[in-house]
């Protein structure tokens, strides 16, 4: 081979392993990322009086020792996304008008439980919610909300990027529900 033909075939080998290196970095950036539970909300019609306190999320325990709550990305960050997008979608909604009382919303999740392969992939999610009276401690509105994330195969090729989408549309579906009938109410229960 002739040295002009070996650079040639040089660089030719050294941008091909980089190609493979930026490939290789964007999917498996795209398989790692953690799921997004915070949906797109529009503002909302109507205003409840209060303002929202704490939002904490948790796992039922006898789910989570059934082995009904798992993820592909750590089930002990399940909880915490949960919570995080709960309180984004609230902000997000201005659902609350910001006076006095205050409420805070607790979630106990139920069920979380990705299937570990295939084509297409569905997710159920279930959640109870639950708006406390921050003051009194009473519950004024409670609601379990069922819902499947689904992700086509045609979706995407990689299997977990498909999981963590079914992940994502299945809580994001959840935290949306809760926010469409909390808007329903017309007021809370003094205590």
């Not at 205050?102 to 439980?113: E, H, L, P, R």
């Not at 069922?146 to 990027?161: K, M, P, R």
Request: glycine content about 8%; charged content about 15%.
């Amino acid at each position: 081979m002739s040295p002009v033909a070996a650079r040639a075939n040089n660089r030719f080998r050294g941008a091909a392993a980089a190609l493979l290196c930026l490939t290789s970095l964007a999917i498996s950036g795209c398989v790692g990322a953690p799921p997004s539970f915070t949906p797109n909300l529009p503002e909302a019609r109507v205003r409840l009086a209060g303002t929202i306190g704490t939002v904490s999320a948790s796992v039922d325990p006898a789910a989570k020792s059934a082995g009904d709550v798992g993820m592909t990305f750590g089930s002990d960050a399940i909880p915490a996304q949960w919570q995080h997008g709960l309180a984004s979608a609230l902000e997000q909604s201005r659902l609350f008008d910001h006076s006095a009382r205050v409420f805070d919303v607790n979630v106990t999740i139920y069920k979380m439980k990705p299937p570990r392969h295939g084509g297409t992939i569905n997710t159920p999610a279930s959640a109870r919610y639950q708006v406390i009276d921050a003051q009194s401690h009473v519950v004024v509105f409670e609601a379990t909300i069922e819902t499947v994330g689904h992700v086509a195969s045609g979706d995407n090729f990689l299997g977990a990027v498909r999981i963590r989408d079914s992940i994502n549309r299945a809580v994001q579906g959840n935290i949306t529900h809760f926010v469409d009938r909390l808007a329903k109410v017309k007021a809370f229960p003094q205590p």
